[in-house]
């Protein structure tokens, strides 16, 4: 059954964004974003997200991941919302990136490209996406990407 209620957007990320250009930016689109958004930040090592309470997705961003178009991506953020699904977890590891258990129990590996961005600006990069994506889900001209 086809659900208009928004996922809650919930992106956890190792390391300490601060006060940086990069953090400006999250915090940009952060108040942009129609969706319910959490930010939760780990240490770079240890550390632990409380398990959701509802259904959820897990992505991970990558080196492994596939590259999608905006498009695509809002896609599968619509189609999970309609399938009632209540949290998609972005996930952005520490230097080493994900462990192969972790990226085996991911729902997507999700990367932006083969060129290696550092850890903040890819925060960054998530949060225009996310924004992106809910912008073409509502039909809102910001995406003009045809």
Same mark, same amino acid.
């Given at each position: 059954?086809?659900?208009?209620? @928004?996922?809650?957007? +919930?992106?956890?990320?190792?390391? =300490? ?25 780990? @240490? ?21 991941? =596939?590259?999608?178009?905006? =498009? ?46 550092? +850890? ?19 039909? +809102?001209?910001? +995406?003009?990407?045809?």
């Amino acid at each position: 059954m086809a659900s208009d209620k @928004p996922i809650l957007l +919930h992106v956890i990320a190792r390391g =300490k964004i601060a006060r940086t250009p990069e953090a400006e930016l999250v915090a940009r689109y952060e108040k942009r974003l129609s969706w319910p958004v959490k930010l939760t930040e780990l @240490p770079e090592t240890g550390g632990k997200v409380p398990d959701p309470q509802t259904p959820f997705k897990t992505v991970l961003l990558d080196e492994r991941g =596939k590259t999608v178009t905006s =498009k695509a991506f809002a896609q599968t953020l619509g189609r999970w919302r309609d399938d009632g699904v209540r949290e998609a977890r972005f996930v952005l590891g520490a230097a080493d990136g994900h462990s192969p258990t972790e990226r085996d129990s991911a729902d997507l590996l999700l990367t932006f490209g083969s060129s290696t961005w550092p +850890h903040l600006l890819a925060r960054a990069m998530l949060m225009e996406q996310l924004y992106r994506a809910t912008t073409i889900l509502a039909g +809102h001209p910001y +995406h003009r990407a045809g």
